[in-house]
């Protein structure tokens, strides 16, 4: 099998790109299904839901999947997810009750949730040194990519009518054929059936895992709460909002293709150190600039920041994971990931009770500066790279 084919390639890159449109493709949707479901009871926040509901169940399979594959091969569960992903993505369109729309969502997170495990993991499995630096990089950047394209005809759609873009998510299906085709399972070190007791990454591990989650409760922070903050500050147009949050998107792409240059220069604790500096610039800007440009620039630089730290992230793991136990350590990474998402509302939104929203980015500036500092330190204290991977692969 050839991992550096063009088809091989694009057909990891278009399920990487089921991630992000799992979660946004139906936003503009939720005005007019809000009003569709009027009659219901706190129907606001359960359509508000709907829009998070699928990172939940995201982070609660991925972790199952990372273990399954370790156990039956990494393929054998993709071609399932994908058209489980259909049926629950597309659910919106065809279900009348909200709640069983929930339901679909709830369904599409978990297919999200095995088919990005095993996409990162066959990613380790296939390129290793300078190729998989380059390919973590270009899985991120099209994922932004594909993040402005599908939220844009998400947006048009939506003119149509609001369950127009749930039939979105059949794209999955149109992906499943070149699955098949070009995607193979990769040679094993050891039989599935044999046991792999004894195996395990280095605990600096649970580290990034950690760091994972509290970078994404920090950054989710502007997605949910930018459209507001606009508001505050008196743009009232909707256009220019949007521009605002495909600018963070579009330029975190624009980052992601760098990734493989300046990991080439930093150490995987330098570029935490510098997407960290970056992200508190961001909120130093948004929550001093009481400006369109101010927060537009704000929002490029965080771009900036997560376009460097999540290849990081990604890279790191797959570098001090053995192949043995890979699908579980990515799982787990997913798994953070999402809950990081899930949890950023719930953590943050409370401190509005009693702050400003500018307070808020003011503070969390100082927290972001704070973790540059952390990773300085710890690079300055011990420049050899923690914890070379273990696995024979």
Excluded: C
């Excluded at 709830?106 to 040194?129: C, E, F, H, K, R």
């Excluded at 402005?148 to 059949?170: E, M």
């Excluded at 604790?269 to 130093?284: D, K, P, S, T």
């Amino acid at each position: 099998m050839n991992t550096q084919s063009w088809q091989v390639k694009a057909t990891l890159l278009l399920v990487s790109s089921l991630t992000i449109m799992s979660m946004i493709t139906i936003s503009a949707s939720l005005p007019d299904m809000t009003r569709s479901f009027a009659h219901i009871p706190n129907s606001e926040g359960l359509v508000k839901l709907s829009l998070s509901f699928p990172g939940l169940f995201i982070a609660l399979s991925a972790i199952v999947a990372g273990i399954i594959i370790d156990r039956t091969g990494r393929l054998k569960l993709l071609g399932i997810a994908l058209v489980l992903y259909a049926i629950g993505g597309t659910s919106g369109y065809w279900l009348k009750d909200l709640y069983g729309i929930l339901a679909g969502r709830a369904l599409l997170g978990i297919s999200v949730g095995i088919s990005m495990t095993i996409v990162t993991t066959l990613v380790a499995d296939y390129y290793q040194g300078k190729s998989r630096q380059q390919f973590a990089g270009l899985q991120i950047a099209v994922m932004s990519l594909a993040g402005i394209l599908f939220i844009t005809l998400g947006g048009f759609l939506a003119d149509i009518g609001w369950r127009v873009p749930f039939l979105l998510y059949f794209f999955s299906l149109l992906i499943l054929p070149a699955a098949y085709l070009h995607l193979k399972e990769p040679k094993r070190e050891r039989e599935a059936s044999e046991p792999v007791k004894g195996i395990r990454s280095p605990r600096i591990i649970w580290l990034i895992f950690a760091n994972v989650m509290l970078m994404w409760i920090i950054f989710f922070i502007i997605p949910v709460q930018i459209p507001f903050y606009l508001k505050e500050i008196g743009i009232e147009k909707n256009a220019m909002i949007g521009v605002a949050i495909a600018a963070s998107t579009l330029f975190s792409a624009v980052s992601s293709f760098s990734y493989s240059r300046i990991r080439d220069m930093l150490g995987f604790r330098q570029i935490f150190a510098l997407g960290y500096f970056l992200m508190a610039l961001a909120f130093v800007s948004i929550a001093f600039g009481n400006s369109y440009a101010m927060v537009l620039l704000g929002m490029l630089l965080a771009g900036f920041g997560m376009g460097l730290m999540i290849p990081n992230a990604n890279l790191w793991v797959m570098h001090l994971a053995p192949q043995e136990v890979r699908g579980k350590e990515i799982g787990r990474l997913t798994t953070f990931w999402f809950l990081g998402q899930f949890l950023s509302p719930l953590v943050l939104l409370p401190f509005l009770k009693f702050l400003t929203l500018s307070r808020l980015f003011y503070i969390l500036a100082i927290i972001l500066f704070g973790l540059t500092l952390i990773f300085v330190i710890w690079y300055w204290l011990n420049p050899r790279p923690p914890d070379p991977p273990q696995s024979k692969n």
